[in-house]
């Protein structure tokens, strides 16, 4: 369903085709102006199209003596020239009047862009009046730390300051839900000025990596981590080789990651450099989303066409699709979601098919056995863990034919799965004698050992004597402990890194309707992730 601010009702290629290429400007913030003059030489060499000098970070600036080392030319890159008072979220303390004379200064000595704030405009622009070198375009800014207005006041805020005169509108808002950035796509596609609007914070991210899409000016990346001039500002780097910002336009797909939190995942690396690698026009982003069912009736347009979910939307995400997967639905979980071309929403889950093929293949490759049977069949198949891993390993395991039993903290919820899939259940002090038969196969789905607690385990080095084959969905780090143990004991083992990369590979079948490139899927999850 399409809201009134829903991005279903923009139509970014009407709108931006005839605008030129987003920039991607780096923050140049040193406290010294040889070194931020080293700054945009550092900005021009990461491929970036200009960079922001911000005059209100250098220590004791004297304009007439800094501002001709920081402009010298040739400069490698156009300069974008602020000097942000206090008031408005900058480090500037003293009167507009000095202030203004510095930004005249920086056009006059060749500054491309100089930015000024809306509340001071009219003011700025009497002072400058007649004596602007026409080469210098004006950006007019204002910036909200707090929210995101509505659409019709945004709208109001650019006819405010289309009316000062400006160049350039840019607007800056601060995002307290995802679906704020939605609010921003609108007033881009709609603007008949260049516009640069972006959405602060972590749930606004996707306003810095989508703007190309909606066509506006330029986005903000940082020299390198710990240099954003904004909070959740991407590194240069990032917008430009892991999002491909350069080949983002109106007609781009969008697909990402929905989680809570979602800013550790590694998937944007690795859809994005699948997408490219087979010429398809999409891009992958992180969506850290609070509310499941209102993120996707906001981004309700085909052009949000696929979705990958993680903790802890996998549950809510069966009922929001239109349609699900039959194993999916008994699972209760689904991981990816494809928006169909009719609109509606069918879900899936990967996790389970990854999994138990990771599984298979770990023990076909160490045991002969007959092709067209799967190894698990008629196998005991000890799951210890009853979330959503739990089930989706519980319920592959039983497709094949294993006999499957149940361990998990909680013994409650052990039973309830075992009952659901006709099995018995244990406590987690049973496993430590269990040892019915031999050739048993043990899959943790706890996090019980991941990163930063390295040195926790699931099971006694003892208790794992009795399994033949131990599967760990925990990949952080890639050999866990429960994995290590086990090869000491003989054990064949197969990591959770093995299960990302086949849950990835399925996820981009979905999205793409292509085959995976498999090799190189492995290979950016082995040395890039
Ligand atoms: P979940 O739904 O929250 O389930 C967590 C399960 O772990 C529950 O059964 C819980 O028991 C148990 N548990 C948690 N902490 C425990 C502890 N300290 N001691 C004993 N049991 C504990 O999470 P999930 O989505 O299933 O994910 C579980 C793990 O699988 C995570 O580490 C995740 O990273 C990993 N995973 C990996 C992949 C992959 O591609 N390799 C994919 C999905 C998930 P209670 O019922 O008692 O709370």
Redesign the pocket.
């Known amino acids: 369903m399409a809201t009134a601010m829903s991005v279903s009702a923009v139509t970014p290629a009407a709108a931006a085709v005839s605008r030129r290429r987003t920039m991607v400007c780096v923050p140049a913030t040193a406290r010294a102006p040889r070194e931020m003059a080293e700054e945009l030489a550092a900005a021009a060499a990461l491929g970036a199209d200009l960079a922001e000098l911000r005059l209100d970070c250098l220590a004791g600036f004297a304009p007439r003596r800094d501002l001709p080392v920081i402009l010298a030319k040739p400069r490698p890159l156009p300069a974008l020239v602020t000097y942000r008072p206090k008031w408005e979220g900058g480090k500037y303390e003293g009167d507009d009047e000095s202030r203004f004379e510095a930004l005249l200064l920086a056009m006059e000595l060749g500054a491309e862009y100089v930015d000024v704030e809306l509340k001071v405009a009219d003011k700025f622009m009497k002072l400058i009046s007649g004596r602007k070198p026409d080469n210098c375009k004006l950006i007019v800014s204002s910036h909200n730390y707090e929210s995101t207005p509505s659409s019709e006041e945004l709208a109001n805020l650019v006819a405010q300051i289309q009316a000062t005169g400006a160049d350039i509108v840019k607007i800056a808002t601060t995002a307290t839900e995802i679906v704020d950035v939605a609010k921003m796509f609108q007033i881009l596609v709609h603007c008949q000025v260049p516009i640069i609007g972006l959405v602060m914070n972590d749930r606004g991210f996707i306003s810095r990596v989508l703007c190309p899409k909606y066509g506006g000016f330029l986005t903000f990346g940082s020299l390198k981590k710990g240099k954003e001039s904004a909070p959740a500002q991407p590194t240069a780097a990032d917008l430009i080789n892991v999002y491909n910002i350069r080949q983002i336009g109106p007609d781009t797909k969008v697909f990402g990651i929905i989680g809570k939190p979602v800013g550790h995942s590694k998937s944007p690396i690795l859809h994005n450099e699948a997408f490219r690698s087979v010429g398809f026009n999409a891009v992958y982003v992180p969506f850290l989303v609070d509310d499941l069912a209102k993120f996707l009736n906001t981004y309700s347009s085909p052009d949000f066409a696929g979705f990958s979910c993680t ?1 802890p939307h ?1 549950e809510a995400a069966v009922r929001c699709c239109d349609e699900v997967d039959p194993i999916a639905r008994d699972i209760g979980a689904v991981n990816t979601i494809v928006r169909r071309p009719d609109g509606k929403l069918v879900g899936y889950n990967t ?1 389970y098919v ?1 999994a138990i093929s990771a599984i298979e293949d770990g023990i076909r490759a160490f045991e002969q056995r007959d092709p067209d049977t799967s190894p698990l069949a008629g196998r005991l198949f000890v799951v210890i ?6 089930k989706a390993l519980a319920y592959g395991a039983k497709e094949k034919g294993a006999r499957v039993v149940i361990a ?3 013994f409650a ?1 052990a039973q309830e799965l075992a009952n659901l899939i006709g099995g018995p259940a244990l406590t ?1 002090a049973d496993l430590e004698n269990y040892h019915p038969e031999e050739g048993m196969i043990l899959a943790n ?4 050992g ?1 990163h930063p607690n390295v040195n926790e385990t ?1 099971l006694s080095k003892q208790a794992l004597k009795s399994y033949a084959v131990v599967f760990d ?3 952080t780090p890639k050999e866990t402990r429960l994995l290590r143990e086990a090869a000491e004991c003989g054990a064949t083992v197969v990591s ?1 890194l093995e ?2 990369i086949r ?1 990835a590979m399925g996820q981009f079948e979905h999205f793409t309707g292509m085959p995976a490139p498999d090799n190189l899927m492995r290979d950016i999850v082995l040395t890039k992730t």
């Not at 863990?385 to 739990?390: K, N």
């Not at 789905?445 to 019980?448: F, L, M, P, S």
């Open positions: 903790i996998k996790d990854g863990g009853a979330g959503g891993a739990g998990n903290r909680t919820r987690l789905t706890t996090a019980i991941m699931p969905a925990v990949y959770g299960m990302f849950q």
